[in-house]
């Protein structure tokens, strides 16, 4: 019997493989669309393994949003793929989860009024943010008018905040009053207003879990000191707050926090559905206090069973399946569940907190304790140290994990931190695992001399 015999030409046509396919045999077009049409299957795996060259999502502790994904989801995801949400007389059932999603989010965060409220879903919270930004400038303009005053040169003023702010100032046209840090001090405090807002002050924007160090600034505090200012000055000077992380996080596991509609001067807050509201990247949540909070003129009305629905959305045509995996996260967890995951998001975050702090090179600003789950710090004696936090995320980057190292804002810009957030997903035995990482790592730097790449400030938070 022949150990091997010799492949024929009917071999050869009859033999398919992946990587035997003549797309698999050359570079992938980076160009140019390719003249002739490809096997579906082969084109989906070449595409795949590109996609191993990304980060493991899982190990990146720098963002804010959604890494674990159930099946349920992705099955009811899949369900959606080719509905547009705008489309509300087409799909009125999806339009119909999205205004159950606002009304939950009202009670959620103590509207006066449930059924008066009025809010909608975005791609995210920059976007809300923006619209909410947005509607403070037409409700100052709208005074002014009236009173008969000029409406030029808006301001708002805000702490350290997310760059859609800065972008809302620019595209917009609102002069951004950045209050810069005080020494030891993470963000906005009461005292600073004073010297920041004045009669074109369209509103001071507070942040519910800063991007730079997770801390929460007072929101009850900063309306206590505005309301000093009203009766001083008669600025009338609403709040938005920023609630894109904490606005999912307060209201299960800060419960005697004062922060939202619960203070008559917060008239909107905006949120994250893809980051601590654990829907999939996508969507993002924006509500106002009352439906007088939202100028008419902002808003459009869009054919819905018969009638109208307003919307008011810098976007348009976009999926309906982020808002339809909200809803379902918020059937399936309910209080109890968002109770219990924020808990063990909180104490990981605190038990790795309280493990950093036993690092002699390490300084904590933050640890885990009364803002969002995450921890931030920065070395000590940072300027005589012979590696920077910078060369820590390189070698941290070698076994997989994603942590940001940039600077603190005005006035502590000198000053460059850590974050690492703890997000559902991320379980006590991955930040053991990290901790031993992170503990060789900096024996290692400590170890072998490298050249300091602290002057290196990439950072997209």
């Not at 959606?80 to 007389?89: E, F, Q, V």
């Not at 807050?269 to 509201?277: D, E, L, P, Q, V």
């Not at 070395?379 to 910078?390: I, M, P, Q």
């Not at 810009?413 to 703890?422: A, D, Y």
Request: with cysteine; charged share 25%.
């Amino acid at each position: 019997m022949a150990l091997h015999r010799r492949r024929t030409k009917k071999d050869e046509e009859e033999f398919e493989d992946i990587y035997t396919d003549p797309v698999s045999l050359m570079q992938l077009p980076k160009s140019k669309l390719p003249e002739d049409a490809s096997n579906p299957r082969v084109i989906k795996q070449l595409i795949r393994d590109e996609l191993f060259m990304d980060g493991n999502a899982r190990q990146n502790l720098a963002t804010f949003c959604t890494t674990y994904i159930e099946d349920e989801v992705r099955e009811l995801m899949d369900l959606s793929i080719d509905k547009n949400m705008i489309d509300k007389d087409e799909y009125p059932q999806t339009a119909e989860i999205e205004q159950r999603c606002v009304n939950i989010l009202a009670n959620l965060w103590h509207a006066p009024d449930k059924k008066g409220t009025i809010g909608c879903s975005t791609t995210g919270s920059s976007e809300a943010a923006m619209l909410g930004g947005l509607a403070l400038k037409w409700q100052w303009r709208k005074r002014r008018e009236a009173e008969g005053k000029p409406t030029h040169n808006p301001n708002f003023v805000c702490g350290p905040v997310q760059i859609c702010w800065h972008k809302f100032a620019r595209y917009f046209d609102v002069e951004i009053r950045e209050v810069p840090l005080k020494p030891g001090e993470l963000g906005m405090r009461p005292d600073q207003l004073r010297d920041y807002c004045d009669e074109n002050t369209i509103g001071v924007v507070a942040t519910l879990g800063s991007t730079f160090t997770g801390i929460y600034e007072p929101v009850r505090e900063l309306a206590e000191a505005l309301d000093v200012i009203e009766n001083e000055r008669g600025w009338d000077i609403p709040i938005h707050v920023d609630g894109a992380s904490g606005a999912f996080i307060a209201p299960f596991i800060q419960k005697d926090l004062k922060w939202d509609f619960s203070i008559p001067r917060v008239k909107s807050i905006n949120a994250s559905g893809h980051k601590f509201g654990m829907a999939p990247l996508g969507v993002g949540w924006v509500i106002w206090r009352s439906l007088a909070d939202l100028p008419e003129e902002l808003v459009f009305n869009v054919d819905y069973l018969g009638g109208q629905m307003p919307t008011f959305a810098l976007n348009f045509s976009r999926p309906a399946g982020q808002i339809i995996a909200q809803y379902y996260k918020f059937l399936r967890l309910g209080r109890e569940g968002y109770t219990a995951i924020q808990h063990d998001c909180a104490r990981s975050a605190q038990y790795l907190g309280e493990q950093l702090k036993g690092i002699d090179r390490l300084e904590i600003l933050y640890d885990g304790h009364g803002g969002i789950p995450a921890v931030c710090y920065t070395l000590r004696d940072e300027k005589a140290t012979e590696f920077s936090l910078y060369d820590l995320s390189e070698r941290l980057r070698m076994r997989g994990w994603q942590i940001a190292s940039y600077p603190l804002p005005a006035e502590r810009q000198n000053t460059t931190v850590q974050r690492i957030l703890i997000r559902h997903g991320v379980s006590r035995d991955m930040v053991s695992l990290l901790l031993s990482d992170l503990r060789r790592e900096l024996e290692h730097l400590q170890s072998n001399s490298v050249v300091s790449s602290g002057d290196r400030i990439g950072f997209h938070h």
